[in-house]
């Protein structure tokens, strides 16, 4: 680039046709409306992905029965197969608190006692969880099976901590 | 500029294709399964290049940006434009491959989590971008009010980089960071390898994409399509 | 333009060449089969089964320390035994592949390994995204060389000695 006219600094404003006017106004709502969507509905609410065990527990009745995500670790020994059904029970921590939840449906094939876990459902007044969904939260470490049966830790954030946020 | 790109173009392509090469080798045959996930970790050496390949590719279209306010030249415009072009692809890209990824390890497509939403705040404004400057048809101003967008959103950047640090998601925290890298080494080399590679094809794209804006806007100015003196 | 269709020519040839490789390879190492076809077709080596663990069907055998459970995939049943390695990925209600050989005497598979289903299906459309990629590239360098080509024969511009042989 080696002229640079003044021109470029001074330009020549050009009507715009009527259709790419038209156009140019309804793509600017559409591309507003879903920024404002995205940014205050779904996402103001959800600023807080999940609630935590110790924050269900405290919850006031007003919380029963609604739906609300519900995330922290599965207690090891705690699941439990209903056999013959797809129904599933366990427990979920945050190191705090922990509360029961009932589950019916496929559970997630990274599952798992001991890793993360975000539950969809409400929690009734009998301070029982019931869900049709469960979300497996994974951590951020990866390494193969063998460096983690030689007990290999790397320096990941703690699964508990990442809950407390 | 475009002479610097035409003469060196062609060794980020190369360069760039080979990275990818011996990264899809590594991340598909030579790497070992995950001790969590199983093999559908590989789907991770392609999703991380193409997250971080967009966010630098929005990083590079806010320094376009503010060096054309600065310095007016039309071809760092050009750049700008075809930096977002390529960022568009890269950003769905990166939702796409996460999208798959996120069925088998979180048993969801799509969940309203701060990473995915904010990411996805990335693409529109990129779209926007894209759609105010094929709608305004004085360069010099569609130009100027593009790169005023492009600033504006970069405020998203430094959001959707920390949002899985800032708040509860689904989406893991990151692995690289001040605690350290949490990639075992043996899964890190096919990442490294993609990333280089994705960084390299980037800047390849962009360079033939600057191009071809540029030269369509020759072409148009020396036919006299463009009203006013052309600004080349 | 020639040089330009031979080497995006040679790309695909190269990636067609991979992709052939590649489904070879795996469909004689990394296929798993299902208890069906192992039922039917007995053969010597270990091969990869897949199928989901029965609900209530797991459990261990405390004198030999095997763990025992059946394995279903489309109403065929496989029982299954496995003594290695922690069993890390084992749960019911999940789907695993299995490497081991069918017993035919005790009417059970023995598997000497247990993996997580492999969602190969995942992997592949994972990468698949970069074809789209690939085509955007393909169409904006053929897009420049045209546009070379016009503003060379249009004459509408004289270019300076040496810009665009």
């Known amino acids: 680039m080696k002229s640079s006219s003044p021109s470029c600094t001074n330009p020549r404003s050009v009507n715009l046709s009527k259709g790419k006017k038209y156009g140019l106004i309804v793509s600017l709502i559409v591309i507003a409306g879903g920024l404002i969507y995205l940014g205050l509905g779904q996402f103001g609410q959800n600023l807080v992905y ?66 993360g876990a975000v539950v969809e459902g409400y929690w009734d007044s009998q301070k029982q969880f019931h869900s049709n969904l469960i979300m497996a939260k994974h951590s951020e470490d990866y390494m193969p099976i063998e460096m983690k049966r030689a007990g290999v830790q790397l320096p990941k954030k703690d699964l508990l901590k990442t809950l407390q946020q | ?73 039309p071809i760092i415009d050009n750049l700008a434009h075809a930096t977002a072009g390529i960022g568009v ?144 | 333009m020639k040089g330009f269709y031979i080497r995006w020519g040679g790309l695909i040839f190269v990636g067609l060449w991979i992709v052939a490789v590649g489904t070879q390879r795996y469909n004689r190492d990394v296929r798993p089969l299902t208890p069906e076809q192992v039922l039917k077709d007995h053969s010597d080596g270990p091969v990869r089964m897949l199928g989901m663990v029965e609900a209530g069907s797991l459990r261990k055998d405390p004198a030999t320390s095997q763990m025992l459970f059946s394995l279903m995939e489309n109403g065929q049943r496989i029982p299954v035994v496995y003594q290695g390695n922690d069993p890390d990925n084992l749960r019911e209600i999940k789907t695993l592949v299995v490497v081991g050989v069918w017993d035919d005497a005790a009417k059970r598979f023995v598997a000497q390994d247990i993996h997580l289903i492999p969602n190969y299906g995942f992997i592949i459309a994972a990468y698949l995204v970069m074809i789209p990629l690939a085509l955007f590239l393909f169409m904006m360098e053929r897009r420049v060389r045209l546009l070379y080509n016009e503003i060379k024969q249009s004459k509408l511009y004289e270019p300076e000695v040496g810009e665009f042989e």
């Open chain 1, 50 to 115: 999940f609630f935590t065990p110790s924050e269900v527990v405290s919850f006031s009745p007003a919380y029963y029965g609604k739906k609300i995500r519900v995330g922290g670790m599965v207690v090891k020994g705690s699941v439990q197969v209903v056999p013959n059904t797809l129904k599933l029970n366990f427990t979920l921590t945050d190191g705090a608190a922990t509360i029961p939840v009932e589950f019916e449906g496929i559970p997630p094939d990274l599952f798992k006692e001991g890793k």
């Open chain 2, 1 to 73: 500029m475009i002479r610097w790109i035409r003469k060196y173009e062609g060794w980020f392509g190369a360069s760039g294709a080979i990275c990818i090469a011996i990264g899809l080798y590594f991340g598909l045959v030579a790497s070992p399964p995950d001790s969590y996930q199983g093999e559908v970790v590989r789907i991770m050496y392609v999703h991380v290049p193409f997250a971080s390949t967009s966010m630098t590719a929005y990083g590079v279209l806010t320094v376009a940006s503010l060096w054309y306010l600065w310095k007016r030249d």
């Open chain 2, 89 to 232: 692809f890269f950003t769905s890209g990166a939702l796409f491959t996460g999208s798959i990824w996120g069925k088998p390890t979180w048993n969801t497509w799509w969940t309203w989590d701060a990473r995915l939403v904010s990411f996805t705040i990335l693409l529109l404004i990129l779209i926007g971008y894209l759609m105010l400057r094929t709608f305004i048809e004085d360069k010099e101003r569609e130009a100027r009010y593009a790169a005023i967008l492009a600033i504006v959103g970069a405020v998203d950047l430094p959001i959707v980089h920390f949002s899985v640090e800032w708040w509860r998601t689904l989406h893991q925290p990151l692995s690289i960071s001040q605690r350290g890298v949490a990639i075992a080494g043996v899964m890190l080399y096919p990442l490294i390898f993609m990333s280089v590679g994705f960084y390299l094809l980037f800047t390849y794209m962009v360079g033939v994409r600057t191009q071809m804006l540029y030269l369509q806007q020759l072409l148009e100015a020396k036919k006299g399509r463009l009203l006013g003196e052309v600004h080349l």
